[in-house]
């Protein structure tokens, strides 16, 4: 990326940083993650986070094991597995497919347990949202509902033009959630789908994603909002800005560190 556009960027986070520390993260007003996105791909078309995915992991598994409270040790080793699979999976060679990728994520996910053939099985019995009142669709609404997307295919991404970055990304919080709402795995379903949108992100450069244990309750209260009343707008809002959070933890921050280091180097050998 050009420095001096780099610079910039620097710039518009620090008015973002600015927001979150004063608490005023997921206004609906704001445009500033909008932005950051719309720059930095622009800039920086094919940006390589591949490299620094073993930090991104380490920090996923620490948060999310608190967003679920219940997960076991086993399934934390699944998680950490399903994590490798997506670091490691190769769009130009393997033939992505929303239903496929969310089961082999599901066995993925369970394969350390003592029972590991539970994971890719459909429920077969009514659910709930765990300390919400929401109809759930029936087992056979969920799993028509989930077989549905065999095949489907996602947007086009265009980085030229930044309104279809945001029609990719919002398709993919809008598929991953209401797969959640509509919970057609016994157990695991929000840990699944959380996930699978991360690969979905993967397939056209976008960071890994996860939400801080500090952040649980407004992407709790974001995410009831789109599943109880389709009300889309704070559950976008917060993952934009966890985009911006791992553009900057991912590259930028890694970049500004190198530099420092160099300048460091010069200084002493002076």
Known sequence: MDKSLREFIVLVFEAYLM???EHRLYQRDSLIPEQIIAMYYQANKNPQFRILYNNFKRQYLYNESRIDETISDEEREGLDRVYDYIKEYDFNKQNFDIFIEAMKIHILLFSACPYPEFGGSLRDSTAILKNEIIDVPTADEAKKY?????????PEVDFSQPASIFTYINACIYITTELIRNQPFTDGNK???????????KQHNLPPVYVKTKEREEYKDALMKAIKRRDYISLNQFYYYKIC?????LDISEELKKEEKVLVKKGSSN
Request: no cysteine; glycine share 4%; net charge positive.
């Open 19 to 21: 927001r979150k520390n």
């Open 146 to 154: 989930f077989q549905s997307f065999i095949g489907m295919k996602l």
């Open 245 to 249: 959070d791992s553009i900057y933890d």
């Open 191 to 201: 840990r699944t789908f959380r996930s699978l949108l991360n690969l979905m992100f």
